[in-house]
């Protein structure tokens, strides 16, 4: 799964350093590549998000819609309803915007108490969420070749996808691994219950040696007590008798 999120991100990246080799061209030229990249990134982020582990958070669900979008995307880009350079610069400008927007998390504004990867996140969300609002304004601006931008903007989805594919656990899927797997998982639960009988078994042992030494501790107290009373009473009978003997 990890594996072809990377090889996908890569492709996205070289179609972006393609972009920007020809980056005066029209976007018609390269909208093929475009679209087909998109497909096949859309096609893969479903899978994985069916198929794939994530931590606790919930990737799973936001890298199926973005797999999803990114699916619907490229087939308007490749059945060529996308014909102006200015469409194509606007739709780009609010993919980077949106994405940015949907990326952010505000809990992990603070630096110093996030881990390095939701640094590398926020840094994305802000990087997408500047250039894509340059893109909106590039005509009035430096009014950068289209093809360039965009380009641009390929290698920074690409490169969020590389750094979020780290986020992605081994899963193998259920009808390769098939009753192997389920074996293998029902062996390593028993282990786990033979390692807490055991630790039962111990535990009881423990607390009758416990209980054992409890009763011969309170069996040496009574047998204290009764040879004290039986001391006291010697004592009282002796007394008795030597005030008779008077």
């Known amino acids: 799964m990890r594996t072809l999120m990377l090889i996908a991100s890569v492709a996205m990246i070289g179609s972006g350093i393609f972009c920007i080799a020809n980056g005066s061209a029209a976007f018609l030229t390269v909208a093929f590549i475009i679209g087909l990249v998109f497909c096949v990134m859309g096609l893969l982020e479903m899978f994985i998000g069916f198929r794939a582990d994530f931590d606790v958070t919930e990737n799973a669900v936001s890298i199926t819609k973005d797999g999803l979008l990114m699916l619907v995307f490229g087939i308007v880009v490749l059945s060529a309803q996308v014909t102006s350079d200015t469409t194509a610069q606007m739709l780009f400008a609010m993919w980077l915007s949106v994405e940015g927007v949907l990326a952010f998390n505000a809990q992990k504004i603070d630096f110093m108490n ?96 416990r209980i054992q030494k409890i009763r011969e501790d309170m069996a040496a107290e009574q047998d204290v007590l009764s040879s004290a009373a039986m001391r006291r009473q010697e004592r009282e009978q002796e007394k008795a008798l030597e005030k008779d003997s008077e």
């Open 114 to 209: 996030i881990s390095a990867s939701e640094r590398i996140n926020v840094a994305f969300s802000v990087i997408m969420l500047c250039f894509g609002a340059y893109m909106f304004f590039n005509l009035s601006l430096f009014n950068f070749p289209v093809t360039l931008l965009i380009g641009i903007s390929l290698i920074i989805i690409g490169l969020r996808r590389f750094t979020k594919s780290f986020e992605i656990e081994y899963n193998r899927p259920s009808f390769i691994t098939g009753n192997e797997e389920k074996l293998k998982d029902a062996l390593e639960e028993e282990k786990r219950a033979l390692a807490k009988a055991k630790e039962g078994i111990r535990e009881q042992k423990n607390a009758q040696r």
